[in-house]
């Protein structure tokens, strides 16, 4: 019985691994879904925001990923000082421990020229 089990969970890898890469279902493994750090949210980050990306395509790209995002105009960015940019919030996680993403999308008026992510944790 325990082998059956095995068997049966090695299948279910197997199948969800080879629609995966059909493109059929399965995981998303560069969704920032899966980010649990700041630097793995950076790191998936970067192949998606490359710069020369056209700004409205980084927002829809963001709010495909969960993010809510809102321009914003003279506004201070740590690291950056006062700047334009494409400010996309999400809130992750479940009670008591949240994860929030802070990403700015920084940008030349039209396409992205780079990004920076800020998180921080909340619990009671």
């Known amino acids: 019985m325990h082998r059956l089990k095995l ?26 879904q899966n980010a649990e750090t700041p630097q793995i949210m950076k790191e998936l980050l970067t192949v998606k925001l490359t710069p020369g990306l056209e700004l409205s395509a980084a927002k829809a790209l963001m709010e495909k990923e969960g993010f809510e995002c809102e321009l914003k105009e003279k506004t201070f960015w740590k690291k950056k000082g006062v700047v334009d940019f494409l400010e996309c919030k999400r809130t992750d996680g479940s009670p008591p421990i949240f994860r929030i993403w802070d990403v700015a999308v920084f940008h ?5 020229t780079g990004f920076d992510v800020r998180s921080a944790l909340k619990y009671p």
Not at 13 to 22: P, W
Not at 108 to 112: E, S
């Open 7 to 32: 068997i049966s969970h090695s299948s279910v890898i197997i199948l969800t691994c080879a629609l995966t890469l059909l493109g059929l279902g399965g995981c998303n493994s560069d969704s920032t």
């Open 108 to 112: 030349d008026g039209t396409k992205v």
